[in-house]
């Protein structure tokens, strides 16, 4: 089960941790293994899938894809 949902980035470590910038995330949640399973195997993808849990749900973060990684996001969901 999935969705597209507002959300927040991080702009990065360094000198900002704490600054934020708005964002659309992908939000996902699997309906029948654990959450934390599921987001093991898309890190152990190749490329890796990295998201961030939160609220029971899967948050990729749609800022850092690009149009053309698209085919290769939806693989690693497939291969599931």
Sequence with gaps: EGCVAP????VGWGSTPEQLL???A???TPRQESLEDWARRLRLQNPALL??????S???DL???FPEQ???V???????
């Design 51 to 56: 998201g961030r849990l939160q609220q029971g």
């Design 70 to 72: 698209l085919p290769t």
């Design 63 to 65: 800022r850092t894809l």
């Design 7 to 10: 959300s927040q980035a991080s």
């Design 26 to 28: 992908c939000r996902i």
């Design 22 to 24: 708005p964002s659309w």
């Design 58 to 60: 899967l948050w990729l």
């Design 74 to 80: 939806i693989r690693a969901f497939e291969q599931l």
